[in-house]
């Protein structure tokens, strides 16, 4: 069988794979439902009259989405993909 997946040249450092590692176990829908807590809250506050804290909490909003999109292709196509095709590969293709 040809293996027609492109391999990245370059490898991710120890920091990046680590963050990656960890951040490949959480769910991705934590992100969106913490986004969706905090426009509630921001929401909240604003009709309480606490302008200043609502304008606060409102601004993780776009934080908390991108770092789910993160999440989202970190699981999708980190760079621990790679490595684990290029170990499966090694495995299973035969020594001639």
Known sequence: MLNTTIQPERTEG????SIEHQTSKLPSDWFLWAAVAAVGTSVALQVMDR?????????????L???GVYNKIVKVSGSDRWEHQRDHMETTTPRF
């Open 51 to 63: 302008r200043d804290r609502s304008l606060f909490i409102g601004q993780w909003v776009p934080t």
């Open 65 to 67: 989405l991108l770092l």
């Open 14 to 17: 120890p920091v990046a794979k």
